[in-house]
């Protein structure tokens, strides 16, 4: 009932303010709880706060402008020095400095994703980054990619990882230093490649200056390049898009392959208010244009390319049911 009573509070300001960021009931550090009664209904804490952060989430599930942060995450991200004693004693403060570090990220990405900042397109190198060894040398018979591996179970993780971000509406593509057919033939027919040919909008696959790579194809997804994250193993690489195009996020990457899903993982800058069917479909949707640009080059005619796509406008006023599109537009 007090939850009831605390969400529809909440559920109340949003006449007065735009957005709510609502982090989770937490298990304070240092609290030793029932032991193996901890998950136990009516008894344990931990099994009374996971209810009530769920009731939470449930009420406020079509509140607009609410959203409730997982603040475990930063207690679990934070480790043993989640709380510190003495803070609590001193000052009251029930957190150690690493909780509200974790917190200022995780908000500010809420914030930017908001204001429709967040990456909307990963550009991502090949070799010793999305699988192990030099393909154009080794051939892709021989990379590292899955099998009885550390190095290749590392690689197939990473791309497990990368997919699951296509499917918030994030887009992939290649900007790598090969020969295009002996790179897309690895992606095409390695069987432990877990990312396909259709999981990327595009790629940019030669030996020329990535950063003009870079802003080939950004041009060609009609995507504005500060969209993008550029992750590359090699440093002169990073340096040369940081220096080029600053407006692009290139993280630092660890050399250890199995950091890799780790640190991609850290990157809070994919956040959106809401996810729509076209941020599902959206790499379909630029692979048919590109098909689409293929087509036209066949055909001389502007009148009979337009005909072959049989395009249908729908004209309608901004609704319930379209409102979140034509915000994203």
């Not at 509070?9 to 709880?33: F, Q």
Request: aromatic share 8%; hydrophobic share 40%.
């Amino acid at each position: 009932e007090e939850v009831d009573v605390y969400s529809d509070s909440l559920s109340n300001l949003t006449d007065r303010v735009k957005t709510l960021l609502i982090p989770t009931w937490t298990l304070p550090a240092g609290i030793a709880g029932y032991g193996i009664l901890e998950r136990k209904p009516g008894t344990g804490l931990a099994d009374l706060l996971a209810r009530m952060n769920l009731r939470l989430a449930e009420n406020l599930e079509k509140t607009p402008g609410a959203f409730v942060l997982d603040a475990d995450k930063w207690m679990q991200s934070a480790g043993h020095e989640a709380s510190n004693p003495k803070l609590w004693y001193m000052g009251k403060i029930p957190f150690g400095n690493p909780v509200f570090k974790q917190a200022v990220s995780e908000i500010k990405s809420a914030l930017t994703g908001l204001m429709g900042e967040a990456k909307k397109i990963i550009l991502i190198d090949l070799d010793d980054t999305l699988w192990g060894g030099i393909v154009g040398e080794e051939g892709w018979q021989n990379l590292k990619l899955g099998g009885h591996d550390p190095i290749g179970e590392a690689f197939v993780d990473f791309q497990k990882a990368l997919k699951s971000l296509t499917r918030r509406g994030i887009l992939l593509g290649v900007i790598s230093k090969n020969e295009e057919q002996v790179a897309l033939e690895a992606i095409d027919k390695h069987p432990e490649m877990i990312l396909k040919r259709d999981d990327f909008s595009g790629w940019r696959i030669n030996w020329c200056d990535k950063a003009g790579n870079i802003i080939e194809l950004m041009e060609e997804l009609k995507l504005g390049t500060q969209t993008a994250v550029f992750i590359d193993d090699h440093p002169v690489e990073r340096a040369r898009i940081r220096e080029a195009l600053p407006e692009v996020l290139v993280p630092d990457w660890p050399n250890d392959k199995m950091l890799y899903k780790e640190c991609l993982m850290k990157l809070n800058c994919f956040n959106a208010s809401f996810i729509s069917r076209e941020d599902y479909e959206r790499t379909k949707m630029y692979q048919a244009e590109s098909g689409r640009k293929e087509l036209k080059k066949k055909l001389g005619s502007l009148d009979d390319w337009l005909k072959t796509l049989e395009i249908k406008v729908v004209v309608d006023e901004i609704n319930k049911t379209n409102r979140q599109r034509a915000s994203q537009l």
